[in-house]
C-alpha cells in the first residue's frame, strides 16, 4: 500500500530503490546513529531491504517499508518504516533514514505523521514506539514534535559505531494521536 501527503510519496520499497537506499546508508551522516552501520556492498544492502519486500506477500503482514520521494521532483529522499509486534499488543515500531541534504526541512515530520496515521487508522495500533540515541537531539526534538513521549532510557543498547550507546524509547497511543 503506498501513502501520499502534500509533498511526498511514501512508495512501499522494491528492488529498483536498492541503489538509492544503499548510497544512502553509505552517507556519513546517516551512518553515526544508523544500528546497522555502512553497508559494505549492494549485496549489504540487499539483505536489510529483503524482509520488508518479500513482507508484502505475507497474508498478516508483520512489516512495511516505504521509500520516500519527491511528487514534485520524483527523487528518493528516504525511507520509513513500521514493523508490528504480536497481534494481541497492537503495537508497532517506527524507522527513519533520509538523505542529509533532506533534513531540516520537515519531510521526515510529514512522512513519520502519515506512516502513524497509517499505523493507526489502518493497522489499527494501540501503540507506536520508536528508539533513538540519546545523543541524537535532531530525532529527538521529531519524536517530540509528532506527539510521542519519552519512556525511558535503555543502558548501551544500541550498537552504534563499534560503541554500546544508550538510547530513549518513545512511544505515542492511538487516543494521543
Same mark, same amino acid.
Given at each position: 500500500?503506498?501513502?501520499? +501527503?502534500?509533498?511526498?510519496? %511514501?512508495?512501499?520499497?522494491?528492488? #529498483? #530503490?536498492?541503489?538509492?537506499?544503499?548510497?544512502?546508508?553509505? @552517507?556519513?551522516?546517516?551512518?553515526?546513529?544508523? +544500528?546497522?552501520?555502512?553497508?559494505?556492498?549492494?549485496?549489504?544492502?540487499?539483505?536489510?531491504?529483503?524482509?520488508?519486500?518479500?513482507?508484502?506477500?505475507?497474508?498478516?503482514?508483520?512489516?512495511?517499508?516505504?521509500?520516500?520521494?519527491?511528487?514534485? @521532483?520524483?527523487?528518493?529522499?528516504?525511507?520509513?518504516?513500521?514493523? %508490528?509486534?504480536?497481534?494481541?499488543?497492537?503495537?508497532?515500531? =517506527?524507522?527513519?533514514?533520509?538523505?542529509?541534504?533532506?533534513?531540516?526541512?520537515?519531510?521526515?515530520?510529514?512522512?513519520?505523521?502519515?506512516?502513524?496515521?497509517?499505523?493507526?487508522?489502518?493497522?489499527?495500533?494501540?501503540?507506536?514506539?520508536?528508539?533513538?540515541?540519546?545523543?541524537?537531539?535532531?530525532? $529527538?526534538?521529531?519524536? @517530540?514534535? %509528532?506527539?510521542?513521549?519519552?519512556?525511558?532510557?535503555?543502558?548501551?543498547?544500541?550498537? =552504534?559505531?563499534?560503541?554500546?550507546?544508550?538510547?530513549?524509547?518513545?512511544? $505515542?497511543?492511538? #487516543?494521543?494521536?
Amino acid at each position: 500500500m503506498n501513502l501520499e +501527503t502534500k509533498r511526498l510519496f %511514501l512508495k512501499e520499497t522494491d528492488w #529498483d #530503490d536498492l541503489p538509492a537506499i544503499h548510497s544512502m546508508l553509505c @552517507e556519513p551522516e546517516v551512518e553515526q546513529y544508523n +544500528t546497522i552501520g555502512r553497508p559494505g556492498n549492494l549485496e549489504v544492502t540487499k539483505a536489510i531491504i529483503a524482509g520488508p519486500i518479500e513482507d508484502r506477500y505475507n497474508r498478516r503482514r508483520s512489516m512495511y517499508e516505504w521509500t520516500i520521494r519527491s511528487i514534485k @521532483e520524483g527523487h528518493t529522499m528516504g525511507v520509513v518504516g513500521l514493523s %508490528l509486534g504480536a497481534e494481541r499488543f497492537r503495537s508497532g515500531e =517506527i524507522h527513519y533514514s533520509l538523505f542529509p541534504d533532506c533534513w531540516g526541512n520537515g519531510y521526515a515530520y510529514e512522512a513519520l505523521m502519515e506512516t502513524l496515521k497509517f499505523s493507526f487508522k489502518i493497522e489499527k495500533l494501540h501503540r507506536v514506539y520508536a528508539g533513538v540515541a540519546v545523543n541524537n537531539d535532531r530525532s $529527538i526534538k521529531l519524536l @517530540e514534535k %509528532l506527539g510521542m513521549q519519552r519512556e525511558g532510557r535503555g543502558r548501551a543498547v544500541l550498537p =552504534i559505531q563499534g560503541e554500546w550507546v544508550d538510547n530513549y524509547r518513545y512511544a $505515542i497511543l492511538e #487516543d494521543e494521536f
